[in-house]
Structure formats: structure tokens, C-alpha cells
């Protein structure tokens, strides 16, 4: 098991939809940064009031001109993530930072090719099947009745 502490930033991306003469705004989080920080969770706690208190969001930063500071209203949750609303001008931001351990990792592994014999197989009885999704509890324990 691991001992690093990550910052994890998040952004609300908003994007503007038309559909039957109504204009949706669906708002959508995605993880924008991963920094490591090390071993330390103070210093993880740290790094990340940092962030939520300096991070500027790319749909900000992308309209700033030089010198622009951008209002910001910090919020620190009781689980120690915190909540930021950055605005400037007409556009306004949402962004969260937390901080994270990780726990565990693993390398992408790639099958081996296919030999021309499983190829030709494969044309002739379809596709093999997709592997059956995660659920809880496992099927080889799943409680009997």
C-alpha cells in the first residue's frame, strides 16, 4: 500500500445545449488536476487551501487578459474538501479541491495478439462476450437461498 497524499482539483464545465428552441446549461464535474504532494497530509491539507485559494479555472483563464484577478469565494467543507466559486466579468466557475491518499495502482496489461487462426475464428462466431460488470457482493460469495 501506498502513503502519497494527492491534490485533486475539479472543475464544473458548462456547456450550452439548444433543443426544441430551449437552451439547456448541463453542468458536468471533471477531475482537471492530479499534484502530487507526498507522504505528508499536513502538507496535503496545506497544498490544497493553496489551490482553492489560487487555482484559476481554464474556462477563466482562457478569457483573462494580464492582470485580471478574478473574484473567488472559498468554502471549506466539513470533510476537508473545499468549494470555490471564481468569477470574473460575466463568467463565473465552480471548482473543488480536495486532497486524496492513494491506496492503490495498477499498470494497464494488454492481451497478446491474436494469431491469424483466432482471427478468422472470431469472424466466423461473432465477437468474444464482454466480461461481466462489477457488483457487490461478489458472485462466488453472494449469500445463499
Known amino acids: 500500500m501506498t502513503t502519497d497524499w494527492y491534490v485533486l482539483i475539479e472543475e464544473d464545465t458548462r456547456t450550452t445545449v439548444r433543443a ?7 453542468h458536468r464535474w471533471g477531475l482537471t488536476g492530479t499534484h502530487l504532494i507526498g507522504p505528508d497530509q499536513a502538507e496535503a491539507v496545506a497544498a490544497a487551501e493553496n489551490a482553492a485559494l489560487h487555482h ?16 473567488r469565494h472559498a468554502l471549506l467543507a466539513q470533510d476537508g474538501s473545499w468549494i470555490v466559486r471564481v468569477q470574473q466579468r460575466h463568467r463565473a466557475c ?14 494497464e496489461k494488454e492481451a497478446p495478439p491474436k494469431s491469424l487462426k483466432e482471427k478468422f475464428r472470431s469472424t466466423m462466431e461473432g465477437p468474444e462476450p464482454t466480461p461481466t460488470p462489477w457488483s457487490w457482493p461478489p458472485v462466488d460469495k453472494a449469500p445463499q437461498t
Open 94 to 107: 465552480h471548482i473543488r479541491v480536495s486532497t486524496a491518499r492513494l491506496v492503490h495502482e495498477r499498470e
Open 20 to 26: 426544441d428552441g430551449s437552451e439547456l446549461k448541463l
Open 56 to 71: 484559476v479555472p481554464s474556462m477563466i483563464a482562457r478569457h483573462a487578459r494580464r492582470g485580471d484577478e478574478p473574484s
